[in-house]
C-alpha cells in the first residue's frame, strides 16, 4: 500500500527519525511522538541523535518539512478535581525554518512568541494562561516551566 499518513509511535533511534523525514520529503503526512518538554528540545533530539556530520543535512531536511510540532503536559488542577493539558504548539514559519536551519533552536521561543497570529504558543504562556485563568496553582505552573523565572514573574 501506498498511505497518505503515517504514524510513528515514538521517534527513538536514527532509522527512524531517518525513515520519518524521507517519508515526509516524499509528500507523506507523518505524525510522530518524541519525550521532550519544548518544540525546541524535540527538533535538537531529532538532530542529536545524528553523526556530527549529517546534523546540518537533518536541520536542512527538517527546516523543509517540519509544519508543526505539539508539545503537551498533563497538570494537577489547582481544584484537585483532576488534570489540565498545557500544550506549546510551534507552527513552523520562515522564520522558524531559518532558525532550524542554522541550528539556533534556542531562539525559537521567541519566535514562537511573535507568531502568535499563526496559531503559536509557547508552554510558558500556556502555563500563564491556566494559572492566570484559576486552572492550575503557580507552584504548579512555575515546576512545568521551560523559562523558570519568566513564568514566575508572570504567575500569582
Known amino acids: ?13 536514527l532509522e527512524t527519525i531517518s525513515t520519518a523525514l524521507t517519508a515526509a520529503e516524499t509528500g507523506h503526512l507523518v505524525l510522530a511522538t518524541l519525550h521532550t518538554k519544548s518544540a525546541a528540545d524535540s527538533i535538537d533530539r531529532m538532530v542529536d541523535v545524528f553523526p556530527e556530520g549529517l546534523q546540518r543535512q537533518i536541520r536542512m531536511q527538517l527546516s523543509t518539512t517540519l509544519e508543526a510540532v505539539l508539545s503537551q503536559q498533563l497538570l494537577p488542577k489547582s481544584d484537585g478535581s483532576g488534570r489540565v493539558l498545557a500544550c506549546e ?5 520562515p522564520a522558524i525554518r531559518n532558525l532550524i536551519r542554522e ?8 519566535s514562537m512568541a511573535t507568531s502568535a497570529s499563526v496559531g503559536s504558543i ?4 500556556s502555563l500563564i494562561a491556566l494559572n492566570r ?4 496553582d503557580a507552584a504548579v505552573a512555575r515546576e512545568a516551566a521551560i523559562d523558570y523565572e519568566y513564568v514566575e514573574k508572570n504567575t500569582r
Do not use: Y
Not at 504548539?89 to 514559519?93: A, Y
Not at 541550528?103 to 521567541?110: F, H, M, N, V
Not at 485563568?133 to 492550575?136: A, E, H, T
Open 89 to 93: 504548539l510551534m507552527m513552523v514559519t
Open 103 to 110: 541550528g539556533k533552536t534556542p531562539q525559537i521561543a521567541s
Open 133 to 136: 485563568d484559576r486552572v492550575i
Open 122 to 125: 509557547t508552554m510558558d504562556n
Open 1 to 13: 500500500e501506498d498511505p497518505d499518513i503515517i504514524l510513528v509511535g515514538e521517534m527513538r533511534d
